[in-house]
T-cell receptor, first 112, second 114 residues
């Protein structure tokens, strides 16, 4: 089944403890992206990647890192999480030049 | 500043009724606009994507319209069902291409009541 998977789905952590949220897609998509969704603010793009080893900042990249070493994986790294990074995170992917993105199921992160 | 504004913020309708959701954008250059449906706590799912040259596109009971001159789009839902209860999000790429930096509207939360 074609899909985007994220792990973990739920995570509660403490301030400053490094964490990684994984994202994997099995559709051979070139484009991948990370978003966060907060009440009243909608979805905001954190980082995106047009292909392997090609990444760029979205609207809200501060406090996040990404890497794209393989086409199928696009992990989101929080080196020193803070409470303001408590949010619902979505990974998405699509073919290069496609107008349609496929979203993962989301990761709900709580930083205390 | 590139923006995507949606209205209303929320909407309650009775099952079987029609409704129309609005999206206004100031993104330039413009190449396409997308509507997504997002069930609570789940990832958005694409409903329809409209390019610059398209005026109307239907997907079952969903019909999207685009007026590139006035920079407005609408999503019309016909004969609503309880399963239509969700948030509907309008999205426009900010660099005129299909990908890159995307500008999301805040969404319209639709509740369909029996």
């Amino acid at each position: 089944e074609a899909q985007v998977t994220q792990n973990p789905r739920y995570l509660i952590t403490v301030t400053g403890k490094k964490l990684t949220v994984t994202c994997s897609q099995n559709m051979n998509h070139e484009y991948m992206s990370w978003y966060r969704q907060d009440p009243g603010l909608g979805l905001r793009q954190i980082y995106y990647s047009m292909n392997v080893e090609v990444t760029d900042k979205g609207d809200v990249p501060e406090g996040y890192k990404v890497s794209r070493k393989e086409k199928r994986n696009f992990p989101l790294i929080l080196e020193s999480p803070s409470p303001n990074q408590t949010s619902l995170y979505f990974c998405a992917s699509s073919w290069a030049g496609s107008y349609e993105q496929y979203f993962g199921p989301g990761t709900r992160l709580t930083v205390t | 500043k590139n923006q995507v504004e949606q209205s209303p913020q929320s909407l309650i309708i009775l099952e079987g009724k029609n409704c129309t959701l609005q999206c206004n954008y100031t993104v330039s250059p413009f190449s396409n606009l997308r509507w997504y449906k997002q069930d609570t706590g789940r990832g958005p799912v694409s409903l329809t994507i409209m390019t610059f040259s398209e005026n109307t596109k239907s997907n079952g009971r969903y019909t999207a319209t685009l007026d590139a001159d006035t920079k407005q789009s609408s999503l019309h839902i016909t004969a609503s069902q309880l399963s239509d209860s969700a948030s509907y999000i309008c999205v426009v790429p900010s660099y005129g291409g299909s990908q890159g930096n995307l500008i999301f509207g805040k969404g319209t939360k639709l509740s369909v009541k029996p």
